[in-house]
């Protein structure tokens, strides 16, 4: 993978929490303005890979380069609304879905007009008609959107998505799959998607990152899932049911 | 009051003991305990406080206040261990509204420089402080534990520190100042604060007593308001480090 065009670059990355090694030497890129997915079973450090990259923890020891700089040359609310994060459950704050919705520009005392709100509603396929209600009234597929969409707002380079589709059905999967693909397309924004769904990084990743034990074990375009190189992984992709 | 008729009020504590023993509510040992602490604490400050009244020096005031804020930070402390530095935010705490609530009374001479009145007023004052403290972290802790998620999630939308813990933050202040103000609006309707009824027995005029405690509640306002901001406003910021990122609250070791 050339680094010329590196959206994140993880060069020698280490990280633990009380001793305990979660992150063991990371090295590699997620690509500009493309769809990376990243697959491995359950504690791999799938997710703290995400932290990391969002600024929400510090590496031991190595570099992370975003945009070809050092993380840590950014200021952490600069860098938070550069790179996206949709984290795995979809964390709302009581409200309705236009507070949560327009919190990003909130938190930077500006307002989110209705027009824009309404755009992005539409965006991720929910009806404006819903911007009044309480979030707690929303499905697990419409918190999924609008959580991306919440991110949206800050208009990020980078959207990090924690295994959004997880707990959705097959129907809502597919519109959240279709979204993601279309993000892409539409804003040119790199995208690195967790997912346990193998199906799904065949079909929507462009580069698909196998992490097992805090390692980077295989990296590549996403039919290396078809004929993986590394043992472990053969294993994973084999006890695999999607 | 004599020292036997205070013996024979000793009656109130064995109805209890006995009480406990009969009924197995294993409370003797407790009930013990504390009235012996109570007869000798109070029997000492009794002493202590006939010392500082006589002498009537600057000196021996300051001592008494300084004891008062020493015995409330160790007392406080315990409920926020998990908050780094809780010890000086606590002893800051303490001598802020100290210093506000005793700079107005005596800087308007609205209470005579004595020690007599400064003493008692700096120990409700400083108590009243640190029961709040204690609503405060209490709260606090279990609101930050609790919404750990929302907090990161501002965070990683680009929101500060401040920003990632203000509601928490609004909410304990709240409900750690709420029975301060809610008891203010039932008293003397079902029962006569302690101070103000000490007064009357001891026999004061019931309309004086009252006025003085009036003070005393307002006071009690100020500081229970002060001392929620203060610790809050003081403690929040070690949740976080430099680069912005939540750390996790340790468990506390009970």
Same mark, same amino acid.
């Given at each position: 993978?050339?680094?010329?065009?590196?959206?994140?670059? #993880?060069?020698?990355?280490?990280?633990?929490?009380?001793?305990?090694?979660?992150?063991?030497?990371?090295?590699?890129?997620?690509?500009?303005?493309?769809?990376?997915?990243?697959?491995?079973?359950?504690?791999?450090?799938?997710?703290?890979?995400?932290?990391?990259?969002?600024g929400?923890?510090?590496?031991?020891?190595?570099?992370?380069?975003?945009?070809?700089?050092?993380?840590?040359s950014y200021a952490p609310v600069e860098l938070r609304?550069?790179?996206?994060?949709?984290?795995?459950?979809?964390?709302?704050?009581?409200?309705?879905?236009?507070?949560?919705?327009?919190?990003?520009?909130?938190?930077?005392?500006? %307002?989110?007009?209705?027009?824009?709100?309404? %755009?992005?509603?539409?965006?991720?396929?929910?009806?404006?008609?819903?911007?009044?209600?309480?979030?707690?009234?929303?499905?697990?597929?419409?918190?999924?959107?609008?959580?991306?969409?919440?991110?949206?707002?800050?208009?990020?380079?980078? /959207?990090?998505?924690?295994?959004?589709?997880?707990? /959705?059905?097959?129907?809502?999967?597919?519109?959240?799959?279709?979204?993601?693909?279309?993000?892409?397309?539409?804003?040119?924004?790199?995208?690195? #998607?967790?997912?346990?769904?193998?199906?799904?990084?065949?079909?929507?990743?462009?580069?698909? #990152?196998?992490?097992?034990?805090?390692?980077?074990?295989?990296?590549?375009?996403?039919?290396?899932?078809?004929?993986? %190189?590394?043992?472990?992984?053969?294993?994973?992709?084999?006890?695999?049911?999607? | 009051?004599?020292?036997?008729?205070?013996?024979?009020?000793?009656?109130?504590? @064995?109805?209890?003991?006995?009480?406990?023993?009969?009924?197995?509510?294993?409370?003797?040992?407790?009930?013990?305990?504390?009235?012996?602490?109570?007869?000798?604490?109070?029997?000492?400050?009794?002493?202590?406080?006939?010392?500082?009244?006589?002498?009537?020096?600057?000196?021996?005031?300051?001592?008494?206040?300084?004891?008062?804020?020493?015995?409330?930070?160790?007392?406080?402390?315990?409920?926020?261990?998990?908050?780094?530095?809780?010890?000086?935010?606590?002893?800051?705490?303490?001598?802020?509204?100290?210093?506000?609530?005793?700079?107005?009374?005596?800087?308007?001479? @609205?209470?005579?420089?004595?020690?007599?009145?400064?003493?008692?007023?700096?120990?409700?004052?400083?108590?009243?402080?640190?029961?709040?403290? @204690?609503?405060?972290?209490?709260?606090?802790?279990?609101?930050?534990?609790?919404?750990?998620?929302?907090?990161?999630?501002?965070?990683?939308?680009?929101?500060?520190?401040?920003?990632?813990?203000?509601?928490?933050?609004?909410?304990?202040?709240?409900?750690?100042? @709420?029975?301060?103000?809610?008891?203010?609006?039932?008293?003397?309707?079902?029962?006569?604060?302690?101070?103000?009824?000490?007064?009357?027995?001891?026999?004061?005029?019931?309309?004086?007593?009252?006025?003085?405690?009036?003070?005393?509640?307002?006071?009690?306002?100020?500081?229970?308001?002060?001392?929620?901001?203060?610790?809050?406003?003081?403690?929040?910021?070690?949740?976080?480090?430099?680069?912005m990122?939540?750390?996790?609250?340790?468990?506390?070791?009970?």
């Amino acid at each position: 993978m050339a680094s010329v065009n590196a959206a994140v670059q #993880w060069n020698h990355v280490t990280f633990s929490v009380n001793g305990k090694t979660i992150l063991q030497d990371i090295n590699g890129t997620f690509l500009e303005g493309k769809i990376t997915t990243l697959v491995g079973p359950s504690g791999a450090g799938k997710s703290t890979l995400f932290k990391l990259c969002n600024g929400l923890a510090s590496a031991d020891s190595g570099d992370i380069l975003v945009a070809g700089k050092e993380i840590d040359s950014y200021a952490p609310v600069e860098l938070r609304r550069m790179v996206g994060f949709a984290m795995q459950d979809a964390t709302m704050v009581d409200g309705t879905v236009y507070e949560n919705l327009a919190m990003p520009l909130t938190l930077q005392g500006k %307002e989110l007009t209705e027009d824009k709100a309404n %755009e992005l509603l539409k965006l991720v396929g929910l009806p404006a008609t819903i911007s009044d209600q309480s979030t707690k009234d929303l499905s697990g597929g419409q918190r999924q959107k609008l959580s991306i969409a919440r991110t949206l707002v800050n208009r990020p380079s980078i /959207l990090l998505l924690d295994e959004i589709t997880s707990s /959705l059905d097959r129907v809502s999967q597919q519109d959240v799959e279709a979204l993601i693909v279309r993000i892409n397309k539409q804003y040119g924004t790199t995208i690195v #998607w967790i997912t346990h769904n193998l199906q799904q990084a065949r079909t929507i990743g462009d580069y698909t #990152w196998v992490m097992i034990n805090g390692q980077l074990v295989e990296a590549g375009e996403s039919f290396l899932l078809d004929q993986p %190189e590394n043992d472990e992984v053969r294993l994973f992709v084999k006890g695999d049911n999607s | 009051m004599s020292y036997l008729s205070l013996a024979i009020t000793l009656i109130f504590v @064995i109805i209890p003991l006995v009480l406990s023993r009969t009924l197995n509510l294993g409370l003797e040992k407790d009930t013990l305990i504390a009235t012996v602490r109570s007869i000798i604490q109070l029997l000492a400050v009794g002493y202590v406080l006939q010392l500082v009244f006589e002498s009537e020096h600057l000196f021996y005031i300051l001592l008494m206040i300084i004891l008062m804020i020493a015995a409330a930070t160790q007392n406080a402390r315990k409920k926020g261990v998990q908050i780094k530095g809780i010890t000086w935010k606590l002893v800051l705490t303490f001598i802020t509204v100290e210093v506000l609530t005793q700079g107005i009374l005596l800087g308007l001479s @609205i209470t005579p420089t004595t020690a007599q009145y400064i003493i008692p007023i700096s120990g409700m004052v400083i108590g009243n402080s640190m029961v709040l403290s @204690i609503l405060f972290l209490n709260r606090f802790i279990s609101e930050v534990e609790t919404k750990s998620k929302e907090t990161e999630l501002i965070l990683s939308l680009g929101g500060t520190p401040k920003q990632a813990v203000h509601k928490q933050l609004i909410t304990s202040i709240q409900a750690s100042t @709420i029975p301060t103000i809610e008891s203010q609006k039932t008293i003397g309707l079902v029962q006569l604060p302690g101070m103000m009824s000490g007064q009357i027995i001891a026999g004061a005029d019931p309309l004086q007593a009252v006025l003085f405690q009036l003070l005393i509640l307002f006071l009690l306002l100020t500081t229970a308001v002060v001392t929620s901001i203060m610790l809050g406003y003081l403690s929040y910021p070690t949740l976080f480090n430099e680069r912005m990122q939540f750390l996790k609250l340790e468990k506390s070791k009970k």
